[in-house]
């Protein structure tokens, strides 16, 4: 899948978060609600890979780490931090959109105020 069209699809799972923005951090577009939840990081220092990195909760990044280490890595800066590195370009035919939005969705959770975080699931 083409890079621009990865960023397009990134662009319309973050953003259709309520009151996710997007701005420029460290170079790269990433997304924010108050603080970032994800980051698009392609290529980061001569990585072969497009990738995503993003807030993830407790316990997350070691098991999805553990569980298909070919797409999920710890990135540097922020691993230690429990952040979670997934490569968007290690599928045929792109990644998954629908493990996409989890995993983005997910980040959202980890930082967005609780009111916010409550419209994702009104009925919770």
Avoid at 24 to 45: C, L, N, T
Wanted: hydrophobic fraction near 40%; glycine fraction near 8%.
């Amino acid at each position: 899948m083409d890079p621009d069209e990865l960023l397009a699809r990134m662009r319309e799972v973050c953003l259709a978060l309520p009151e996710a923005t997007e701005k420029i951090s460290h170079g790269s577009p990433s997304w924010f609600v108050r603080r970032m939840f994800a980051s698009w990081v392609p290529y980061h220092h001569g990585d072969e890979h497009l990738a995503i990195w993003v807030a993830a909760p407790d316990g997350a990044q070691q098991d999805m780490v553990d569980a298909e280490p070919a797409r999920f890595f710890v990135p540097p800066y922020v691993g230690h931090r429990g952040w979670l590195g997934m490569r968007l370009d290690v599928e045929p035919g792109g990644p998954d959109w629908d493990e996409v939005r989890g995993v983005v969705t997910d980040a959202y959770r980890c930082v967005a105020p609780k009111r916010l975080v409550a419209q994702l699931d009104p009925t919770a």
